[in-house]
């Protein structure tokens, strides 16, 4: 075999292959008669392996940026410091998404409070626009992405991995004593169509226009999204996001 050959046409070729290969399967598995679909359920379970999770509520109101526990609240639907109704997106998200966007959000800890992070999903309203490159809000943020990478992560009963995309990121933050300090943190992310999944903005784009032109239709995508604070010089964070990933892929996947 050609050396110079196989590594032009290899790569190409697969990924060319690979979608028309898949494009076919969708269509003849599925037909034309799609519906308005999303691919995974809009809630994040209370426990996900030894990770207990906690509700958080928002005070909509920019000036009052309350920010609640559903323990805090108990029960409570309006914000204890202003009486203003509560959601579960955050003032800034509330400008930013479109109204219909759906989403779910947790804290989550081990016992002894070990790992916490926090989980997110954000379903795509009617204009689809509420999903975009999550690089371009977190550089926006003032977050520097140090590293970024896709992770592959074995699911009990499935032969394909779960792909994640994980940025590692740097912010510079003003330390108590005034000192610049480094807060490191991580942003784990991918995304679910209906019957679909990438970690890769790219290839949902592609997909997105490929139903949009060959079936007419423009499913509600999600994208589930994991972050919290990494240790300097080190990858234990990605054991973490595996732990935890392949635990919460399956409490997502929808009934049939
Ligand atoms: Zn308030």
Redesign the pocket.
Known sequence: MDPTRASYFGPRLFVVAALAVAAWANVFKTGVANTDEAGIVLELPAQVGDWSGIGLLF?P?RS?G?QFTEAQLAGATA?P??G?PLGNMNWAERSLLPADTGMARKYYLRPGGRDPLHATIVLSGDDRSSIHRPQVCMTAAGHEIADERIIRIPLEGRAEPLEVMVMDMAKTVDSPDGAPAQYLSYYAYWFVGKGRETASHVERMLWMGYDRVFHGVSHRWAYIALSGQRLPRSDAHLQTIADFASRLHPALLKPE
């Open positions: 005070c109101d009052c309350g914000c410091k202003c203003a």
